[in-house]
Structure formats: C-alpha cells, structure tokens
T-cell receptor
C-alpha cells in the first residue's frame, strides 16, 4: 500500500518559536495533501488542503499566517507552525491522495507537538 | 457544513460482532468512508461506500443507505487487536474528508 511519512514524530519547542513538519509520500505522487489536527480522544479536524504548486486552501477558523503550508513537489508538503504557543500543542497528521482511488487518503504517522 | 454522529464507545468480547452506526448531514455527498486508528497511530483506511448496499472485506463490512443518510461498519469475529477508534467520514466534495467524532471499541477477553 501507499506509504506516507512525517518528520519529526515528536517535537518540543518553546513559546514564540516556529516548528516545521514535513510530510512525504514515499511511493506515489500525491496531487493533494491534507493537514489535520487531532486533540486527545477527539476527531481529526481538517486544517487545510494543499495542491502541488498552488496555494493551500484553509478551513474556516484556521489562521493561514500562523499555519504556513507549502507543497513544493508531488511528494512533499510542509506545515510550519509560526510563533507557537502552548494552545498549539496537538497531534498533527498529514494525509496524501493520488487522486486515483475512491477518495482514499493515506495518512502519515503524525507529529506530536508540545509547546512549553 | 457537515455533521456526523456515531456512538462514542462500544465494548464487546472476543469473537463477538459489533456494529458501529453513522448518520450524517452534509451539503454534498460522494461517499462514506471508514478509518481505524490505534492509540497514537495513524488512521488507516478500512472501506468506502459510494452506492447503497453492503461492501465486505474480510471480517469487516460496511453498509450505506443514501436515502437514510446512514451507514454502518460491522466488525465480525472480534479480536483483541481490533481495539481501536473507528471513524466514519463523508466526502462532501472532491477528495476532502469530514470525520465523525469516532467510536472507541474495546475488546475484552
């Protein structure tokens, strides 16, 4: 099956700093990548959709200047949390779609962000 | 917008059958998907229904009734490794997914 990796798996940073999370599709070309946020025991909340070479589309209520998304190639998307605060602490998960399956999305293993 | 409802928790014994229901309200609908997520892990795709009826994949089956805006995931011959959270998700447009709150399934010996 399709494999999606995320790096780092865990990161701890201080308030005010920025953190970059990478999402890579390892064995297929991802025309679209999605970024989700998940709180403990809660659902996945879609933050934004990114298509290679174009600007990301953010969901309502998600600050695009705070969560910068770049989809530079068909295998790589990055999420940068700028000026992180403790309330940004969460589990961030990316997913990738090749656009060929019936809306299957392949998820990365997630990144646990803790802001102190 | 979209809203999905599914039970928050289900507990059953090994070998039993569990049905997780999902009702949805959505402005657009392409299909209903089911995902499994173990604690701390990534969601993994289980099934997808675009048309009414039952889809069977091994021990897991998924059902959809578009007229009732309703679907379910059926887990048969439960095993301990099936303890996880299960999410239903609708595709309201394109290949976006909107997830339900998830159902935690606990399998007891």
């Amino acid at each position: 099956g399709a494999v999606v990796s995320q790096h780092p798996s865990r990161v701890i940073c201080k308030s005010g700093t920025s953190v970059k999370i990478e999402c890579r599709s390892l064995d297929f070309q991802a025309t679209t990548m999605f970024w989700y946020r998940q709180f403990p025991k809660k659902s996945l909340m879609l933050m934004a959709t990114s298509n290679e070479g174009s600007k990301a589309t953010y969901e309502q209520g998600v600050e695009k200047d705070k969560f910068l998304i770049n989809h530079a190639s068909l295998t790589l998307s990055t999420l940068t949390v700028t000026s992180a605060h403790p309330e940004d602490s969460s589990f961030y998960i990316c997913s990738a779609s090749s656009g060929q399956g019936p809306y299957e999305q392949y998820f990365g293993p997630g990144t646990r962000l803790t802001v102190t | 917008g979209q809203s999905l409802e599914q039970p928050s928790e289900v507990t059953a014994v090994e070998g039993a059958i569990v049905q997780i229901n999902c009702t949805y309200q959505t402005s657009g609908f392409y299909g209903l998907s089911w995902y499994q997520q173990h604690d701390g892990g990534a969601p993994t795709f289980l099934s997808y229904n675009a048309l009414d009826g039952l889809e069977e994949t091994g021990r897991f089956s998924s059902f959809l009734s578009r007229s009732d805006s309703y679907g379910y995931l059926l887990l048969q011959e439960l095993q301990m490794k099936d303890s996880a959270s299960y999410f239903c998700a609708v595709s309201p447009s394109g290949n976006k997914l909107s997830f339900g709150a998830g159902t935690t399934v606990t399998v007891r010996a």
